[in-house]
């Protein structure tokens, strides 16, 4: 098969869309398909097409206001079409609903192309960080109308697939999530990653990974701190990543660590050389670093849905609070913090769910996913699990 993806996320730019889509990628790759991207432009890039990747369309493109590491590609229509003319996939996908998104869902249909998406980021739930909660039911009907366009819309769980469906989103189906247990795992905690940030071996150290930015629930976070700092005064924040609030955190916990963007082997090392992570945000669709913290042992607290609610089990793998009880939240963040025994007990556990969590069913139902789309038939009923 012949597969075009097109984003406006991918490595070697850092987050959970980016690491997801390469993984895609490869594991696509690795079962014989051929495949294109198209993606915004940027300097770092090398003239070479990504690993794995035939070839690229780069488009020109803008950096999101307030978000200089995001960067929007044009809608480069006749770009687009040219370039699909030259080398005609049997599917397009198409991961964000950009201008170059939309440019692609319209080009591909006029190609007569089969087309389907992945639905990556709740865009609707971040208006009230942003702009007001005025803008949700504008936002959510222009994704709806987006993603109707397309042959399937595939999402990372079935709570969310459903709630997609209940808003009148068409085709949607599940396309969950996996973990690297070899790359996550507990064994590689490290003393001397401890000690190079400043964390005694008896220190305990409360790691949050995340993209720095309004949506993902800080003041909560902060105040989970401070409660737990409260209690076990021997202990380190460590914050994990950039974005437009880490100057701005700097300023509120200037006690903690800030260790920006890091590969994804030192990432591995962080999770594994700390003792809890709490992961307040209520705006997930996902959220790839539950499932990393699970893999690396670590004890997770977070709200119950999205991975959270998926994959970890109250009380036996991780701990979760209902969604919006943030004083729950911090009560069970100062329960973890005091009893090391049961972070023990938890982190083991954690490590042996992840076992389940391969990539490769992932992969093969993505496969047949796109294979049913290109023939006609619902890709929905064929990554319903």
């Not at 690993?51 to 770009?79: D, L, S, T």
């Amino acid at each position: 098969m012949k597969l075009c993806l097109v984003t406006e996320t991918y490595p070697p730019e850092i987050n959970g869309v980016a690491m997801t889509l390469a993984t895609w990628v490869e594991g696509l790759s690795k079962r014989g398909h051929r495949i294109w991207l198209v993606r915004p432009n940027r300097a770092e890039l090398s003239p070479t097409p990504a690993e794995f990747c035939e070839g690229e369309c780069r488009v020109p493109g803008f950096h999101a206001p307030g978000y200089p590491q995001i960067k929007i590609g044009f809608p480069m229509r006749g770009r687009l079409r040219r370039f699909w003319q030259l080398n005609r996939p049997d599917v397009v996908h198409v991961t964000t609903e950009g201008p170059l998104g939309l440019a692609a869902v319209s080009v591909a249909r006029s190609l007569g192309l089969p087309c389907t998406s992945t639905f990556h980021t709740n865009f609707h739930e971040y208006g009230e960080h942003y702009a007001g909660r005025w803008l949700t039911r504008p936002a959510l009907g222009y994704l709806r109308w987006f993603h109707n366009r397309c042959a399937a819309t595939l999402a990372p769980t079935e709570e969310l697939a459903g709630q997609l469906a209940a808003e009148g989103f068409t085709g949607t189906g599940v396309l969950g999530r996996g973990v690297d247990t070899e790359r996550f795992a507990p064994q590689k905690r490290s003393d001397i990653w401890r000690r190079n940030h400043g964390i005694a071996p008896e220190t305990l150290a409360v790691l949050h990974v995340s993209r720095l930015a309004k949506e993902k629930n800080y003041p909560l976070l902060l105040e989970t701190w401070r409660a737990i700092h409260n209690a076990v005064p021997q202990s380190r924040l460590v914050i994990v990543s950039d974005g437009p609030l880490r100057r701005k955190l700097e300023q509120q916990v200037p006690e903690a660590v800030f260790t920006g963007f890091i590969s994804r082997e030192e990432l591995a090392v962080a999770y594994a050389s700390c003792d809890l992570f709490p992961y307040p945000s209520e705006t997930e669709t996902f959220g790839n670093v539950v499932t990393e913290g699970l893999a690396s042992g670590l004890p997770v607290l977070a709200y119950d849905y999205a991975a959270a609610g998926k994959y970890i089990r109250n009380g036996e793998n991780g701990a979760t609070v209902r969604k919006g009880e943030a004083k729950a939240f911090v009560d069970t963040a100062i329960g973890l913090a005091t009893h090391p025994n049961l972070r023990q007990r938890l982190g083991g556990a954690a490590r042996e769910s992840a076992h389940t969590l391969s990539w490769s069913p992932i992969i093969q139902r993505f496969e047949q996913a796109l294979i049913f789309a290109q023939t006609g038939r619902p890709a929905a009923a064929t990554v319903s699990s």
